[in-house]
């Protein structure tokens, strides 16, 4: 026995612990292999034995010889396997020791190690494994850190999430994700991907991405596509294992486990707040101000604190603490009074539910009454946080269903109806989220509830009570429920039953995927398991391809039990290893120059490489060169390619500067990406950077382009533009980005769009160079999009949308350059790269990306398609919309099937706009998927054609939209089927298929050949024997295309098959078509009977129509064949109407067409529409041959017509004023025509039009003004030159004839337009208009900052025109001019400087003095107060900023007047003369606050003397320039008071109001300002009343005193119509721009409040005189502006204002209610103005009916208002429907109630009066035939009276015209141009009138002593003058209106006695003029005394002397002035 065996044998006598820890390694060897063989031999894993074992191994396994370690590897895996988990004791010790000393041996120690780890796991030392591995990633040698990855990426892969926790090993991620080696981190990806699989992509996203270099991330991204299916454990602990047998004897006496249960026993989900560290956010909290800021009085202070609070408790996991404060103080939040601020703080408290879970159980029941309770707020933001967060609480488990029943019923007894909805909402979604065995405990506490819910009024809450059952129901089923139930009716029942069955298909459609996914899971399951089982590496993850899992790779620890082959698993790991290649590695390790020249090697001479070091360049360029030619005569050049390019990476490098050398290093390197087989991908990355750069410089440009293009062909553009798109987003250089885009250009060009990732290249291109601040890249970019254009065609505009419009239509321009190609767009290089192939496959033709949207068709959505709830259907209508536009509307067809099948039955839905909504998106998916959607959709292009059976038009456009989409999506012939099958149905109806036969004409005429087409021949010919002209027209013109497109051998098939009438049709089409004839000779035969000779020619003339029309086909009517016949018809034609007027100007109404236009600067093209109703406006009002001659197609009789025009117009100037605007609809509709001709000759027409209307003084009325001007100034910028000088002299004329201030608002939108010519044109016009009507535009001014940013346009022509009128307004107001031109850079002031500079030199050339002098010297003379003249300067307009109401009056009265006060300067009486009375305005316009202080005082003077001297013509002048001085006034309010805020005296404010309130306290004066000057005034005036900065002012309490003074006197003294409609419309919320300043802590919302509330205060004043002016107003329009007021709100917004008692909106009530009380049923007369025919019916109607019916059951109706029975309305009053009724049931009842007046003896008179105004108004009508019951002797007196009024009318003495409709109060007192006196004796009625009314006495703003005196004397006048009986009308009416008197003026009284007077002229015909002489005398003397000027009264007698009657208008009610209306056609168009 040798020594060495003598020493094993003795060895093994000694204990364990010395064998094992023997110097001689034999000793240990043999002890170790001892040990395993005794471990193996244990059968019970409690033996004592293997205790003392456990604390050896932690020694034996850092043996330090290596096969001696194998063995104490092979002796623990051996001790594992025996034990169980009592050895976890030893585990800490021992796995360290395997970390730090067997990770780093030798492969098969590696593997024994890990094979060791996965024992310790399977006995459950879970944590000191992953103990041992957090050390172990932390070694420093990179080689003992992958297998520590590996085992971890093995045992979670093995025993799963639920043994392993993952959180462990997100926390040790991070730090190998930036390790140096690719190894380790390549491991860690596959680690990262495997943890996907366990817990989840999302999670690990969020808790790992955020620590990942942008790289990774990338390749993480691309390989979790790969990364499905949910993973399952494939190995079970120790312990499990022990359980298995048990449950296999279990299973063989039941029988096999159910496979529903199998599947369900998946692995529970991994939560992702249990994988993060909580987080500790109370002190921060602390530190950041939160208690303080809580506590704040303004609320954003609030709002930030709690924001604050919300951004920490964001966090996924917070750490518990003392939240009992912060809930404390949230709680009171809840209830802020800023909505913000609450729902800041339920967010918050919805994020600490979210964050501390069961931890906030107790501060959740805290707040969810106050919660529930705050449901009632209908502020959208507020109840979407509160839903929000109450399910937050319920989802984290701080609430469930059991805390919270008291709760819940607290709530559903709440009084508002949304907090018991809502809640009840709630709970039905914590039902649905609860388990089965919560809601079966608590579900008898919860149905009563429900029960109760269900007898609600309300509706909502109904349906929320039997969702919420619904939801109980579906959990618990019902028999549960039975009881509870039984108290339900049938229909409930039924109900519930309906939505539990929803529930339930809801459930198996969600239900029906997850069993199939669950049926495939354990197929992958199996293959992910056996992957990870035999996986060798967690890289190994990374492939990318799936059946890498399941290939057998290697064997790992789970195998040792089963003692695998392991010859049989080297095999599987090479064939795999051949048959998937690894993915290339392109990251380019660092490696020094050291390394480099070393690796290089014998490759290259070293004296080259010293060279290439040299700093001297001949000597590099020399060495490159060398080492170039070297290079060229490398044999094997593959191998070295790598270390060639580090090489020349780093010698030279890309820091060299000699371009030389720099030149020839690119060459080497494309020499070699050129010449190599393979050039590795890792080289390209060294290399892009540089090379990027180079291709920055000029000189290096072209090589670096090509060598870019060479790295293309070697690895494929995909890769280069990947990593390109980097390189050039974050250069500094910008050349760097737009020359790389301009080799992108030339790149896509070679090699198309196949190998790249087009949604990331257009990606690049809009958000980095389109956004490019430089113009070169943008433009590169364009370029480049337009290549692309050019391979993938039109839908790339999708993916553009967003872009801005000016660069979209340089895209537009660049397109047209690069048409789409298709297939024959060939790249011109190809990629020699192995991985082309596929990423062409994946390109293909279609390349743009399609998204598979089928992942956003969820079940609920499908779900909401078929909810019986309305809204719900909209929304998911809506939800696919937004589906396809996130996809860039390209999307792939999977799971479109089920959508398309829902979308089906939207198309039957009851709700018609839902019908529309689904047409719309079924066409937006058909484009959306292209080709594809025919086999997607199901047939439902049957569906979409039955759609057009519907008889609204609306519906019948969108279901052509529809067609016309599935058309760009499909082909015709795959349409024709169905197409075919709806024109047979005889539900389509007429109208659809007449649209359907259009549509298929204009389809077919866009094609040449369509053989398919002639199956729709048969339902064509069908057709033409439709009972419908239309349709069979448009069949007519169907077949004839029809005809065209198909073959002659498909017509002869169709026509054997066809007989009767449809041959015979078909034939006859067919004669013109000489190829067919001989064909048909026996077809002819037949046709001979049923066709006639005419019916053939019409054929003919139909087809020649065809064919000269091309595409457009035309009805043979409409086709005039040419020839002498016709000719001379139409001569025949002329000649019979040339006797008649030119225009029909009597049935004529300008007024209310003008109403119907719609006023905007911008031009818009007229629409179809429009163009129809000029049409027929054309018809109406021109004779028959000049309206055919304009409406005419041929150019050449249009310009007849104008020529036509042309001769009329000298003495037709009056009747083409009447139509003016008609033919300007025309003028407009010519300019957007492209004829020439006929546009020259509208311009040549035009001047000479406008010339006629100077001389006529006719000005364009503001309707007339939107109808031209717009149009005239955006097609002013005409191509032609001709046609722009013509425009540009029309344009100057209008703003010469105009004022130029109603131009300059047009000419200003003019500059905004997209045509160049056109914004030239209208800079050159705005300075005309400054130097020749400077003065008239002085309230605009600031609009000259406009064309000042014109000066940076990038057009040199504009920045021209700009500063030459820059330069003339300089002329004009000097210095000043900066004031008005905005912000400008500093190269726009200097461009400004030196044009000034240029044109003060031009000046003084032409000696025209200093810029801004005249202006200055004009302020100065009216400053100075001096005698001098000034130049006149013009009206001052008001700027054009209020609302623009229509005017009424004769323009071209009102123009004449202009005009004189414009050319001829009159002298008024007093000091100062006209003149310093306008230069008085132009001061207040122009001067600053102080300056015009001084124009003020003259205007104070003047309207003193004015006033003292009311006999003056004085006060006439003053009365037409009282809107100008008010508007000049308005204007300056706001000025003065921003001037005084600044700290200066508040003088000027108070001069500004003082001149207003004596304006104001002249009642002439008030009332000749018009409504739109009233508007800007009193808003002005109520938004200072409400500055809080005023009273802080100089004087600020006096300023606040005297506004509300003035307030008060110009609701007083105004115009109270014009009051009310401008107070009306100020209730609506002000536009937050009028505001003067808005505080800090105040918000719009609240000062808009403020402000309504002093409307509102206003109108009441107004409102409460109303019983006393209601004669005053013109109820029409008040009626019209509470019309648009209740209109703009809409019924919704009225309930919701009603339910919160809104003050406006009560206000509006109750001036509708105090109207209708005082007038009663009359007031329905006064709807003249609202559209009552309109549908659905004006909300106004349905408040009057209301009022009616209230006020007469309430018997408070004033049954004819003050005035008395005088009133045609009356007749009506006890029949609120009247006003509805037709005009005859309406004129029957009005001459009823006249019957009625004649019958009594006191308003006889009236009554035969009013009996003749009907005759004369209605002469066919029979009046006797309403007095057959009536005796003769009635009939005789009513025959007698209507004689007598005759001979009355005959004389004189009754008005010529008819009435105006209830006129205004002006039509009361001053005599009205529509009405002419007739009297001879009455010469100067007009002069007369005007003297009764220029009364300015006191007795106007004064009340007089007693209004009983007066009523007595006027008793007493009527008495003594023996007055007959029927003439005491006239003392009752005045009687009655003076008690009704509340605070009227002696005007009032006098209009009374007006009325006395013309009711004794109606009531004594015969007595003459006698008595009413007395009665003359009697008051101009008896009475002078008691009233003031009673010599006024001549002038009222002489009035009834000439029958002019101011009183008929009263006597007519506003029913009378709407039945002629009616009458006169003027309603027509409402």
Same mark, same amino acid.
């Given at each position: ?803 801005? $419009?000016? %660069? &979209?239509?340089? *895209?537009?321009?660049?397109?047209? /350059?690069?048409?789409? +190609?298709?297939?024959? @767009? !060939?790249? #011109? ?29 969820? $079940?609920? %959505? &499908?779900?909401? *398609?078929?909810?019986?709830?309305? /809204?719900?259907?909209? +929304?998911?209508?809506? @939800? !696919?919309? #937004? ?35 689904? *047409? ?1111």
């Amino acid at each position: 026995m040798s020594e060495e065996e003598k020493l094993l044998k003795d060895a093994k006598k000694l204990p364990w612990e010395d064998r094992l820890l023997h110097k001689n390694w034999k000793v240990r060897n043999e002890a170790n292999i001892d040990l395993a063989s005794v471990c193996d031999s244990i059968t019970d894993p409690k033996d004592s034995r293997l205790r003392d074992f456990g604390p050896l191994f932690k020694k034996t396994v850092t043996d330090s010889n290596a096969p001696v370690q194998e063995k104490a590897l092979d002796a623990l895996i051996a001790f594992l396997r025996a034990a169980d988990a009592d050895a976890a004791r030893y585990a800490k010790e021992i796995c360290d020791a395997i970390v730090s000393k067997c990770l780093t041996g030798r492969p098969k120690t590696v593997e024994k190690a890990q094979a060791a780890f996965m024992l310790w796991v399977e006995l459950e030392a879970v944590d000191a494994f992953l103990d041992a591995m957090e050390k172990g990633i932390k070694n420093k040698v990179a080689k003992a850190v992958v297998p520590a990855v590996d085992v971890m990426f093995q045992a979670l892969s093995d025993f799963g999430a639920k043994i392993v926790p993952p959180k462990r090993i997100l926390k040790m991620l991070p730090e190998l994700f930036d390790h140096q080696d690719q190894n380790v981190r390549a491991s860690s990806k596959g680690l990262t991907l495997e943890l996907c699989r366990w817990i989840g992509k999302d999670p690990v996203k969020s808790i790992l991405f955020e620590k990942m270099r942008d790289t990774m991330k990338k390749e993480l991204e691309a390989e979790l596509v790969n990364v499905t299916g949910t993973a399952k454990p494939s190995r079970k602990i120790r312990s499990e294992q022990d359980k298995e047998p048990e449950q296999e004897a279990m299973s063989e006496v039941v029988g096999p486990v159910p496979t529903a249960e199998s599947s369900t026993d998946a692995p529970p989900e991994i939560d992702e707040y249990e994988l993060v560290d909580p987080v500790d956010i109370l002190t921060p909290l602390e530190k950041s101000g939160f208690w303080d800021g809580v506590k704040a009085t303004k609320w954003s202070e609030r709002k930030d604190a709690v924001a604050e609070l919300t951004k920490f408790a964001s966090t996924k996991r917070i750490a518990p603490g003392d939240f009992t404060e912060v809930c404390r103080t949230l709680k009171k939040l809840i209830t802020d009074v800023n909505i913000a601020v609450a729902v800041e703080a339920i967010q918050a408290i919805g994020n600490l539910a979210s964050g501390l879970r069961l931890h906030f159980s107790g501060s959740s029941r805290f707040l969810l009454p106050v919660l529930l309770e705050k449901l009632k707020e209908k502020k959208p933001t507020l109840m979407e946080s509160l839903t929000q967060t109450l399910q937050a609480m319920h989802r984290a488990g701080c609430l469930n269903l059991v805390d919270i029943v008291e709760d819940v019923r607290t709530a559903t007894k709440n009084k508002v109806p949304l907090v018991r909805s809502l809640t009840l909402n709630w709970v039905t979604f914590c039902t649905e989220t609860s388990n089965k065995a919560v809601v079966l405990k608590v579900h008898k506490d919860y149905v009563p509830i429900f029960m109760e819910c269900l007898n609600d009024m309300t509706p909502e809450v109904r349906d929320a009570a039997f969702s919420a059952l619904a939801a109980i129901a579906k959990l618990v089923g019902m028999r549960p429920l039975e009881r509870s139930l039984e108290k339900l009716d049938d229909v409930r029942r039924k109900k519930l039953s309906e939505m539990i069955m929803g529930h339930e298909v809801g459930m198996s459609a969600v239900l029906v995927p997850v069993q199939t996914s669950g049926g495939s899971v354990p197929s992958l399951e199996l293959q992910a398991s056996e992957g990870a089982f035999v996986r060798k590496s967690a890289a190994s993850m990374l492939t990318g391809k799936r059946p890498v899992q399941a290939a057998p790779v290697i064997k790992k620890g789970g195998s040792i039990k089963s003692g695998a082959n392991k010859k049989s698993d080297g095999t599987g790991q090479l064939k795999s290893s051949k048959t998937i290649e690894a993915p290339e590695d392109v990251e380019p390790a660092e490696m020094g120059l050291e390394e480099i020249e070393r690796r290089l090697g014998s490759l290259l001479q070293l004296e080259i490489i010293s060279q290439l070091k040299s700093t001297i360049w001949k000597e590099r360029l020399e060495a490159i060169s060398l080492l170039k030619q070297q290079v060229e005569g490398l044999q094997e050049l593959d191998q070295s390619v790598e270390i060639l390019i580090r090489l020349l990476c780093a010698l030279p490098g890309w820091s060299e500067k000699n371009v030389q050398v720099q030149q020839q290093v690119i060459e080497v390197i494309t020499y070699i990406a050129s010449t190599v087989t393979k050039f590795p991908k890792k080289c390209v990355v060294l290399c892009l950077l540089g090379i990027s750069e180079r291709v920055a410089d000029i000189k290096t440009r072209a090589h670096a382009m090509k060598c870019l293009t060479t790295f293309c062909e070697a690895v494929g553009p995909g890769f280069i533009f990947e990593r390109i798109y980097k390189i050039m987003k974050e250069h500094k250089n910008p050349k760097v980005l737009s020359e790389g885009i301009v080799w992108m250009v030339s790149a896509v060009e070679d090699f198309g769009v196949s190998h790249l990732k087009l949604k990331d290249l257009i990606d690049f291109c809009k958000e980095t160079g389109l956004q490019s601040s430089a113009a070169a890249t943008r433009n590169a970019t364009i370029k480049l999009l337009g290549v692309v254009h050019k391979f993938v065609g039109p839908d790339i505009k999708g993916f553009l949308a967003d872009v801005k $419009p000016a %660069l &979209l239509s340089a *895209l537009d321009t660049e397109y047209e /350059k690069n048409p789409f +190609e298709g297939a024959s @767009a !060939v790249p #011109k290089k190809t990629v020699r790269a192995s991985e082309s192939n596929l990423s062409v496959t994946v390109g293909g033709l279609d390349s743009l990306p399609r998204e598979d949207i089928s992942g956003k068709i969820t $079940p609920t %959505l &499908l779900k909401s *398609l078929e909810s019986p709830d309305w /809204k719900v259907r909209l +929304e998911s209508i809506e @939800a !696919v919309t #937004k589906i396809l536009e996130e996809a860039n509307k390209r999307i792939q067809p999977t799971g479109t099937v089920e959508l398309f099948g829902a979308l089906r039955g939207r198309l039957s839905d009851s709700n018609k706009n839902l019908v529309m909504a689904t *047409l719309t998106t079924i066409g937006s998916v058909a484009t959306a998927m292209g080709p594809a959607v025919e086999k997607s959709s199901k047939g439902i292009l049957s569906d979409v054609l039955k759609c057009l059976g519907d008889n609204k038009k609306h519906m019948r456009e969108c279901t052509l939209n529809a067609l016309d989409s599935w058309l760009g999506a499909v082909h015709l012939d795959k349409m024709v089927p169905c197409i075919t099958l709806a024109l047979t149905d005889t539900k389509l109806g007429a109208e659809g298929r007449k649209d359907l036969f259009d549509w298929l004409s204009k389809q077919l005429a866009g094609v040449s050949d369509f053989s398919d087409a002639v199956y729709l021949l048969k339902p064509a010919c069908s057709a033409m024997t439709d009972k419908s002209s239309d349709v069979r027209k448009a069949a007519e013109t169907c077949i004839n295309e029809i005809l065209r497109v198909s073959g002659q051998e498909t017509i002869e098939k169709i026509l054997k098959d066809m007989h009767g009438p449809a041959l015979a049709l078909v034939v006859e089409r067919l004669k013109p078509y000489g190829a067919f004839q001989e064909s048909f000779e026996s077809a002819k035969v037949m046709s001979v009977g049923p066709t006639s000779k005419s019916s053939s020619r019409v054929g003919k003339s139909t087809s020649n129509g065809v064919m000269k029309h091309g595409n457009r086909t035309m009805p043979s009517r409409a086709i005039v064949t040419k020839g002498s016949k016709t000719e001379s018809v139409t001569s025949v034609q002329d000649i019979a109407v040339q006797s008649h007027a030119l225009f029909y100007v009597k049935d004529s109404n300008k007024e209310d067409r003008e109403r119907m236009v719609v006023r905007r600067f911008k031009f818009e093209e007229p629409r179809l529409e429009q163009i129809q109703d000029l049409e027929n406006d054309m018809m109406r009002y021109l004779r028959e041959d000049l309206h055919r001659r304009l409406l005419s197609t041929d150019f050449k009789k249009q310009v007849e017509g104008l020529e036509m025009l042309q001769k009329a117009l000298p003495s037709l100037a009056k009747e083409i004023i009447e139509v003016l605007d008609v033919l300007l609809r025309w003028f407009v509709l010519q300019f957007c025509k492209s004829n020439t001709t006929c546009l020259l000759k509208v311009l040549e027409f035009l001047p000479e039009l406008f010339d006629t209307l100077k001389d006529e003084a006719y000005s364009l009325t503001e309707s007339e003004a939107a109808i031209f001007l717009p149009c005239l100034i955006e097609k002013s910028g005409h191509n032609i030159e001709k046609v722009r000088e013509k425009m540009r002299e029309l344009t100057k004329q209008i703003v010469t004839i105009c004022s130029a201030s109603k131009s300059f608002p047009y000419i200003l939108e003019g500059l905004r337009s997209k045509n160049n010519r056109t914004r030239i044109e209208c800079v050159d016009l705005v300075g005309f208009i400054i130097d020749h009507h400077g003065a008239e535009i002085s309230g605009q001014l600031k609009s000259l900052q406009i064309v000042a940013s014109l000066t940076a346009e990038r057009d040199g022509e504009i920045r021209k025109a700009a500063l030459n009128t820059l330069a003339l307004g300089y002329k004009i107001l000097g210095e000043d001019i900066w004031r008005y031109v905005g912000k400008l850079t500093d190269a726009q002031k200097s461009m400004l400087d030196d044009r000034f500079k240029w044109k003060v030199r031009e000046m003084e050339k032409k000696k025209e003095g200093r810029p801004g002098e005249a202006r200055a010297a004009l302020r100065r003379s009216v400053r100075e107060n001096s005698s001098d003249v000034a130049e006149q300067s013009g009206e001052v307009s008001r700027s054009v900023s209020g609302p623009i109401y229509s005017s009424y009056r004769k323009n071209y009265g009102h123009s004449e007047l202009q005009m004189d006060r414009q050319l001829v300067p009159q002298s008024l009486a007093g000091v100062n003369g006209p003149t310093d009375w306008n230069e008085a305005l132009d001061i207040i316009s122009f001067g600053s606050p102080e300056q015009s202080v001084e124009g003020m005082k003259v205007v104070c003077h003047e309207l003193a003397q004015a006033t003292s001297d009311p006999d003056g013509s004085a006060m006439d002048e003053l009365v037409k320039d009282s809107d100008r001085l008010v508007s000049c006034l308005a204007n300056k309010v706001a000025k003065t008071f921003d001037f005084s805020l600044t700290g200066a005296s508040s003088r000027s404010c108070k001069y500004v109001l003082n001149t207003l309130m004596q304006t104001f306290q002249n009642k002439r004066l008030a009332h000749a300002v018009k409504e739109s000057t009233l508007d800007s005034l009193i808003t002005e005036l109520l938004l200072w009343l409400l500055d809080e900065r005023v009273p802080h002012m100089d004087d600020g309490s006096q300023l606040l005193k005297a506004l509300n003074v003035l307030m008060l006197k110009i609701l007083d003294n105004a115009d109270r119509t014009s009051s009310f409609v401008v107070l009306i419309n100020l209730l609506r919320p002000l536009d937050p721009s009028r505001w003067p300043s808005l505080a800090s802590n105040e918000s719009f919302a609240s000062r808009n409040q403020k402000f309504s509330d002093l409307v509102v205060k206003c109108l009441i004043k107004l409102t409460k005189v109303l019983q006393s002016t209601i004669y005053e107003v013109d109820l029409d329009r008040i009626l019209q502006s509470i019309h648009l007021y209740l209109q703009d709100l809409g019924m919704e917004e009225i309930r919701r204002r009603a339910g919160a008692d809104d003050k406006p909106l009560r206000m509006v009530k109750t001036v509708l209610h105090e109207l209708v009380k005082l007038r009663g049923a009359a007031i329905k007369g006064h709807l003249s103005m609202v559209p009552i025919d309109m549908k659905p019916q004006p909300i106004i109607l349905a408040y009057i009916d209301l009022n009616l019916e209230t006020l007469a059951a309430a018997r408070m109706l004033t049954s004819s208002g003050p005035g008395g029975q005088t009133h045609w309305g009356d007749s009506v009053a006890n029949n609120p429907s009247s006003g509805t009724h037709s005009a005859d049931a309406q004129l029957k009842q009005e001459l009823a109630a006249i019957f009625k007046k004649i019958g009594d003896k006191q308003t006889c008179t009236i009554g035969l009066y009013e009996l003749y105004r009907i005759t004369q108004l209605y002469p066919k009508v029979d009046i006797f035939s309403q007095l057959q019951n009536a005796s003769e002797a009635f009939r005789t007196y009513i025959r007698d009276g209507l004689a007598q009024m005759e001979k009355n009318a005959a004389a004189g003495r009754t008005p010529a015209s008819l009435p105006m409709p209830t006129p205004p109060p002006v039509a009361l007192t001053i005599s009205s141009p529509d009405f002419t006196p007739l009297s001879p004796v009455h010469t100067n009625a007009l002069n007369d009138a005007k003297s009764l009314n220029v009364k300015s006495d006191p007795t106007n703003f004064n009340l007089p002593p007693s209004y009983s005196e007066d009523s007595r004397a006027i008793n007493a006048l009527t008495s003594s003058r023996g007055f007959t009986s029927e003439n005491s009308l006239g003392d009752q009416r005045n009687e009655r209106f003076i008690t009704g008197v509340t605070s009227g003026t002696l005007d009032a009284i006098r209009e009374r006695m007006r009325s006395m007077q013309l009711a004794a002229a109606a009531g004594n015909p015969d007595a003459g003029s006698r008595p009413l002489m007395s009665m003359n005398d009697s008051l101009n003397h008896g009475f002078s005394s008691q009233i003031p000027h009673a010599s006024d009264r001549s002038g009222a007698e002489n009035t009834v002397q000439s029958g002019v009657l101011p009183m008929d208008e009263k006597a007519l009610s506003g029913l009378q002035a709407r039945m002629e209306r009616l009458k006169s056609g003027a309603i027509e168009h409402l």
